[in-house]
């Protein structure tokens, strides 16, 4: 159950900081509503928890890594051209922000 809690709040950890990157060009409006947005959805019973390895944990990993793409970050996990890294008790989602690369940073 620890590991639950633990892989959950990572997960936010790692999606608040994905937030502020990528979206840390928009206007402060727009950025609030991008991460409510995305919580909300990630948050919604449709994903059945997210435990390491369950359908929802697996139905998040696509829907974040189909919004990392979306947002044109690099992946960076362990095959190349994916975002997924592979660990002793799950997957964790691995990219490259570059903020020079997106027309907002221009």
């Known amino acids: 159950m620890t590991s639950f809690f633990l892989t959950s709040f990572k ?18 409006d727009d950025a609030q ?14 994903w059945k928890g997210r435990a390491p390895s369950t359908k929802g944990s697996n139905q998040a990993l696509t829907y974040l890594e189909n919004w990392l793409a ?9 095959k ?19 903020p020079t690369d997106t027309p907002q940073a221009a």
């Open 11 to 28: 997960l936010l950890l790692l999606l608040g900081g994905l937030l502020l990157g990528a979206v840390g060009t928009l206007a402060a």
């Open 33 to 46: 509503i991008a991460a409510a947005s995305i919580i909300k959805t990630l948050a919604d019973d449709q």
């Open 80 to 98: 190349s051209g994916s975002f997924r890294q592979p660990f002793e008790g799950g997957t964790n989602l691995v990219a490259i922000w570059h």
């Open 70 to 78: 979306q947002e044109g970050l690099t992946p960076a996990g362990k």
